[in-house]
């Protein structure tokens, strides 16, 4: 599944492939649409609707993965939601392993995350996620997420990795064809980002499942 001998650097997406998609899908799809109900006095679908619609409005866009947006749009403490939810945030299986090996074998491992910084930071701060990593890079800093060639440039101006010689792995489609479209080599998807919905199929990229896969170096 990866041309090891052909990789120096590995670029990581965190939420829903490094980390278990499940804390974002309820918090973001559970608990928040509970807290905007009872704040504003309507049904907890109502409440997932309203929030839905609102995000159809702002795709792809940095304020789609802001929390200060979000707590704005909300008015409640999405960082604070966080830090309460925290016990939920989870590694996907063997995410850690395979980051130590990646590094044990000479490669650099570099998160590109969408993720908002205050987002990065609770995950880090549970998980120690950016112990394990050479570097990390947020699209708000960059100005443009992943999804966007913008991304990619400023990237590559931040960072020493050789596009030919590189594999990244996200379980965004749209995102991986941005990355193969700037010039990265290989690209894999992930088949299941959240452990408790169902695993996908069809999907437009090679996807792995558990990390042991392609821990063949
Ligand atoms: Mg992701």
């Known amino acids: 599944m990866v041309e090891w001998p052909e990789v120096d650097t590995v670029l990581l997406d965190m939420d829903g492939t490094l980390i278990d998609l499940y804390f974002?899908?309820?918090?973001?799809?559970?608990?928040?649409?509970?807290?905007?109900?009872?704040?504003?006095?309507?049904?907890?679908?109502?409440?997932?609707?309203?929030?839905y619609a609102h995000m159809r409005g702002v795709p792809r866009s940095l304020d789609y993965y802001s929390l200060d947006y979000w707590s704005r749009y909300s008015r409640l403490d999405i960082v604070a939601l966080h830090r309460e939810l925290s016990h939920l945030i989870e590694y996907r299986a063997n995410a850690?392993?395979?980051?130590?090996?990646?590094?044990?074998?000479?490669?650099?491992?570099?998160?590109?995350?969408?993720?908002?910084?205050?987002?990065?930071?609770?995950?880090?701060a549970?998980?120690?996620?950016?112990?394990?990593?050479?570097?990390?890079?947020?699209?708000?800093?960059?100005?443009?997420?992943?999804?966007?060639?913008?991304?990619?440039?400023?990237?590559?101006?931040?960072?020493?990795?050789?596009?030919?010689?590189?594999?990244?792995?996200?379980?965004?489609a749209d995102v991986l064809a941005a990355?193969?479209?700037?010039?990265?080599?290989?690209?894999?998807?992930?088949?299941?980002?959240?452990?408790r919905a169902p695993k996908r199929s069809a999907l437009r990229y090679p996807a792995l499942d558990d990390f042991q896969e392609i821990m063949t170096f």
């Open 179 to 195: 990355a193969r479209e700037s010039g990265v080599s290989q690209v894999l998807c992930v088949a299941q980002p959240d452990s």
């Open 24 to 51: 974002d899908n309820f918090l973001w799809n559970e608990r928040l649409p509970e807290m905007v109900a009872g704040t504003r006095g309507i049904g907890v679908a109502a409440a997932r609707e309203h929030l």
């Open 96 to 124: 850690s392993r395979f980051l130590r090996a990646v590094r044990a074998s000479g490669r650099r491992a570099v998160l590109v995350t969408n993720a908002h910084p205050k987002s990065l930071a609770v995950k880090d």
């Open 126 to 172: 549970r998980l120690g996620l950016t112990a394990e990593l050479d570097d990390q890079y947020s699209a708000h800093a960059f100005g443009h997420p992943k999804q966007y060639g913008e991304f990619w440039s400023t990237l590559s101006q931040h960072d020493p990795y050789d596009p030919a010689r590189t594999l990244f792995i996200d379980d965004d």
